[in-house]
C-alpha cells in the first residue's frame, strides 16, 4: 500500500510539471504570435504607408514566417522573439536562404522586439535588412533606405535571454572560450571552474537553447561560434560592476609602474592579474600605456599600499586596482615577459571601458590572440 501511494504521488508530480511545462509554452506561443502580428504594421510605419496597403501571406515554398508587399517591395521576414545575438545570426543567414528560394525578387528582413548592437553588425554584415518592434531599422532595398537608431527598448522583460554573462554564470563561457577547439564535457567544466555540476547544466542548457553551443560525443560542447559567443558576453560585460580603488604612484612610465606594482603584490603574496591597457601591451605591445589595472583577489592592505607611495584619487589616476565581482577573472591567467596577466578573453572584455587608446588595443589583442573566424 505504501508502495502504490509513493507511485501515486510521484505519477502526481510528475503530471503537475508537465502541465506547468505545457502551459508555460502554450504562453509564449500567445506572446510570439501577439509580438509577430504587430511587424506589418511597424513596417508600413517605417516605410511610410499606411497599413491597408500592405500585403500579409505566409509562403510555404520559402519557409519564411511571413512574406509582406509593400511599397512595391516584397519583404521576406524572419521573427524571433528573443534578443539572443546568436538568434539573430542564425535568423541572418535563415532568412537570406529563404529569400533565395523566392521565386520572384525579395528582401530579406529579420524582426526583434529591440535589435541589440552585436545583432545589427551581424545583419549588416550578412546583407540582410532588419527592424524591432521599437522603431529602429535598417532597411536596404531598390530605391529604399531605411535607418533609424536610438529608440529605447520597450521589450525588456519580453524574450530576454536568461544571464547566462552573470559574474559566476560567466565562469563557463569563459572556459568555452579558452579552450574553444576543444569539446569538454560539464564534469570537466565543473571541475576546472569550481562549480557544482547542476548549476553547470543549467548555464550549458540556456547555452544550446540561445544557439550559442553545439554537442559532441558524450553530450561534450564547445562553442558553435567563439567569435560571436565573445561578442555577445562583451555587449552585456560592465567593468563598472567590479570594485574599484584609483589612486597615483610615482614613476616614470606606465611599463615601470607595472613593475612595482606587480614586485610588491607578488613580495606580499596577494594574489593579482594584470588586465585592460596594460596586459594588452604585455601581449602585443601595441602601445604606451599610462593607467594600469589589476585585479586583486583580495582588498590590499594598507602596508603594501604605503609601500608603493599609493595616493588614492580619482582625478590623475595611473593605477587601478580591481578587487572582481567574481573570482572566474583569474580563469587562464598566464605568465607573460615576468607579468601575470588575466587570460586574452578577460583582457579584450576589460578594454571595453578602459580610457587612452583602449578600442584599438582591444582590435589589435583581438586580432592577434582571439581571431577565431564567425562560423553563422
Known amino acids: 500500500m505504501r508502495g502504490c501511494l509513493e507511485y501515486l504521488i510521484k505519477l502526481y508530480r510528475v503530471t503537475e510539471r508537465s502541465s506547468c511545462h505545457i502551459k508555460s509554452h502554450m504562453a509564449q506561443r500567445v506572446e510570439h504570435n501577439r509580438l509577430a502580428g504587430q511587424i506589418p504594421e511597424t513596417l508600413a510605419g517605417l516605410l511610410g504607408v499606411n497599413s491597408d496597403e500592405v500585403e500579409v501571406r505566409m509562403d510555404d515554398s520559402s519557409g519564411a514566417d511571413f512574406v509582406i508587399t509593400a511599397a512595391g517591395r516584397t519583404f521576406v521576414v524572419e521573427f524571433k522573439q528573443t534578443t539572443s545575438a546568436a538568434s539573430v545570426v542564425f535568423a541572418a543567414k535563415k532568412v537570406l536562404e529563404q529569400t533565395k528560394r523566392m521565386r520572384r525578387r525579395g528582401v530579406p528582413l529579420v524582426a526583434v522586439p529591440f535589435m541589440g548592437d552585436v545583432g545589427r553588425r551581424a545583419c549588416e554584415e550578412a546583407g540582410v535588412s532588419w527592424l524591432d518592434l521599437c522603431g529602429n531599422a535598417h532597411i536596404t532595398a531598390n530605391g529604399i533606405r531605411v535607418h533609424i537608431e536610438g529608440r529605447p527598448n520597450r521589450f525588456r522583460s519580453v524574450g530576454r535571454p536568461s544571464n547566462v554573462f552573470a559574474p559566476k554564470s560567466s565562469r563557463v563561457v569563459r572556459w568555452l572560450l579558452i579552450h574553444s577547439d576543444e569539446l569538454l564535457t560539464q564534469r570537466e567544466i565543473a571541475r576546472a571552474t569550481s562549480m557544482d555540476e547542476g548549476f553547470v547544466s543549467r548555464i550549458v542548457a540556456r547555452l544550446e537553447r540561445e544557439g550559442f553551443i553545439v554537442r559532441g560525443e558524450r553530450s561534450a560542447v564547445r562553442p558553435r561560434d567563439p567569435a560571436l559567443l565573445l561578442d555577445a558576453w562583451r555587449e552585456r560585460y560592465q567593468f563598472s560592476k ?74 590623475g589616476a595611473n593605477l587601478w586596482l580591481v578587487v572582481p565581482n567574481d573570482a572566474g577573472v583569474f580563469q587562464g591567467a598566464v605568465q607573460k615577459g615576468g607579468v601575470r596577466c588575466v587570460h586574452p578573453v578577460q583582457v579584450y572584455l576589460d578594454l571595453k571601458d578602459q580610457p587612452e587608446r583602449a578600442s584599438e588595443a582591444a582590435e589589435r589583442l583581438r586580432g592577434e590572440l582571439l581571431a577565431w573566424r564567425r562560423n553563422a
Open 242 to 315: 567590479h570594485r574599484m580603488i584609483q589612486g597615483h604612484i610615482a614613476a616614470r612610465s606606465g611599463d615601470a609602474l607595472l613593475g612595482l606594482a606587480c614586485d610588491a603584490f607578488g613580495a606580499q603574496g596577494v594574489e593579482h592579474a594584470v588586465t585592460g591597457l596594460a596586459a594588452a601591451w604585455v601581449f602585443t605591445h601595441f602601445a604606451a600605456f599610462q593607467v594600469t589595472t589589476i585585479y586583486l583577489a583580495v582588498d590590499p592592505s594598507a602596508a603594501v599600499l604605503q609601500r608603493l607611495g599609493f595616493r588614492e584619487e580619482a582625478r
